[in-house]
Nanobody, 123 residues
Framework: QVQLVESGGGLVQAGASLRLSCSAS????????MGWFRRAPGKEREFVAG????????AYAEAVEGRFTISRDNGKNMVYLQMTSVKPEDTAVYYC????????????????WGQGTQVTVSS
């Protein structure tokens, strides 16, 4: 059974740092590219960051470039999103997702999704 379980969300003040984690099971994690997406209240789901199988190739949305870092640990079946200098507009439910080919922003290309973790940034 495929499972992606996010954790690490919470309420933080603007300018703080936060690290989200995603634990994967039920599929060959090291064969999949991983991504983080988010959905803010009243908005469409949007791509945040993606990382290739080898943890070398990465992609970021312009809104988070330079502030967020995606990483993965294939030995632990984990993917992370380190968030720094967070802003109120980063408030959203954050989801991790897995896909077989590529790690870009096309949500429809992702095969597996987690349930999400809420991040709220106060001003």
């Amino acid at each position: 059974q495929v499972q992606l379980v996010e954790s690490g969300g919470g309420l933080v003040q603007a300018g703080a740092s936060l690290r989200l984690s995603c634990s994967a099971s039920g599929f060959p994690f090291s064969n999949y590219n991983m991504g983080w997406f988010r959905r803010a209240p009243g908005k469409e789901r949007e791509f945040v960051a993606g990382v290739g199988r080898d943890a070398v190739g990465r992609a970021y949305a312009e809104a988070v470039e330079g502030r967020f870092t995606i990483s993965r640990d294939n030995g632990k079946n984990m993917v992370y999103l380190q968030m720094t200098s967070v802003k109120p507009e980063d408030t959203a439910v954050y989801y991790c997702a897995a896909r077989g080919a590529g790690y870009g922003p096309n949500a429809a290309a992702y095969d597996f999704w987690g349930q999400g973790t809420q991040v709220t940034v106060s001003s």
